[in-house]
DNA sequence: TCAAAAGTGTTAGATTTACACCCATGA
DNA sequence: TCATGGGTGTAAATCTAACACTTTTGA
């Protein structure tokens, strides 16, 4: 092909997942080992090429497909990593997307075939080439998000109970919440809906079941948390 | 060269610039005229492409450096643009910068030489490709940063009246500002330091020049305005 | 002398924070 | 019966927002 662009160089692009959930009122992040040179055995990110055929954002979604299975998840660029040297074996660029999922929603069996695990982001180990960059950039931006807009219930399944939104809250902001104060704001969302149903599972004496109204905050967008 | 990655494409990268720059009260951006096919006399951002020898960082600053002379600009990324037809040529994926430039310090001679020029960010014309996304998503981000950090000073010369300073905020922010708020907030701000110097240009009886010391702000950043 | 911008404090309202006890239940 | 997590209100402190007049000086 000969284009317009013809004397400049190209690179290869890739992508890049950091992909949260929320788990023993932990933010983890799924990683995995390489299972490819360069870096073959040192904790990374999942990530694919973007093909000549896609966005870069279609790439971003593909790739989490590929590993997760799931689709319609929240996802958000992170930015663009592109040092010379970040990838040992030749010039790629890499764009990095953050993702929110519920853990449960997740096949643990197709988690194991991909060899990735849910780790603690307060224990995570050293990671291959830039990949911590990218995921404390992505902790940062996902930290803001959660502040301005109600995106923490992708972390959450469709029910859950007010403690574990506040323990969600509090590993993501990583300080403690007063429960009163937390309960008194939750209570002027209206777009967060007590239902009757109970949950025993984390007490004896069983707490109410809360869902997300999407619709309710589409037109009343009157976020904060 | 047979690498890593053969199997895979590669694509165009190229840096394109948000350049801010303050001027009669208004925020403005420097944009100009395509001289090249394709989109050959739209109204774009300028832009270059990503060498095989420099960062996509550098590649910004140097694009920057070509269009003003200038270094030592404070500039950060807003991120990947990567849809497949964004660039009706051939397959460019665009990572976009903001800039923030004093536009006394900008030689005016050379920015008719590259057929830029200062635009009101409220009066802009429609843009060539995607570049209306890309100033929307760094008005968005600077204006987010000012708010939490003092870079307004780099849209002003290093010596500054009150005024000058609460019109640039109004004029990021889109509103106006209560003069007696934002001078008590002002005062604050160890950083901001009063001069005995007065600018007589602005009015008759004349305005404390101030600057913005930027030692007493690193020991100390007790940001928010 | 007057137009135009500089400069200056106070008060009401809203928001945020701190704080302690009773309840329901299963083991 | 007791250990565990669920659930509830008030008061002080802080922060934010509204608001009007005097000063200086060049034209």
């Known amino acids: 092909m000969t ?7 190209k690179v290869f692009l890739s992508v890049d997942c950091i992909i949260f959930g929320f788990e023993e009122n932990k933010l983890k992040i799924l990683i995995g080992k390489r299972q490819m040179d360069p870096g ?12 000549g055929d896609e966005s870069v954002d279609d790439a971003a979604l593909r790739t989490l497909y590929e590993l997760t299975g799931m689709r ?7 930015g663009a990593f592109g040092s010379i040297d970040r990838d040992p074996g030749e010039r790629v660029v890499s764009i990095a997307y953050y993702a929110l999922i519920n853990v449960k929603d997740y096949d ?4 194991q075939e991909h060899g990735v695990e849910w780790v603690d982001i307060k224990e995570m180990p050293p990671l291959y080439s ?3 960059d990218m995921v404390d950039k992505a902790r940062k931006l996902m930290k803001e998000k959660l502040r301005t807009e109600p995106v923490g219930f992708r972390l959450l399944p469709s029910l859950f109970t007010l403690t574990q939104l506040q323990r969600l809250y509090e590993a ?14 939750i209570k002027e969302m209206d777009y967060i809906e007590k239902t009757e149903l109970i949950d025993k599972t984390g007490s004896k004496r069983g707490a109410f079941l809360y869902r ?4 309710v ?9």
């Open 130 to 132: 830039d990949h911590k």
């Open 172 to 185: 993501v902001n990583g300080e403690e919440l007063d429960k009163r104060n937390f309960r008194k704001r």
């Open 212 to 215: 997300f109204n999407r619709s």
């Open 3 to 9: 284009g317009f662009y013809g004397e400049h160089s």
């Open 217 to 225: 905050y589409d037109e009343d967008p009157n976020f904060k948390l």
């Open 72 to 78: 319609n998840v929240y996802m958000r660029q992170v």
């Open 40 to 51: 073959r055995g040192e904790w990374s990110l999942y990530g694919g090429f973007v093909r």
């Open 108 to 111: 643990d069996r197709l988690r």
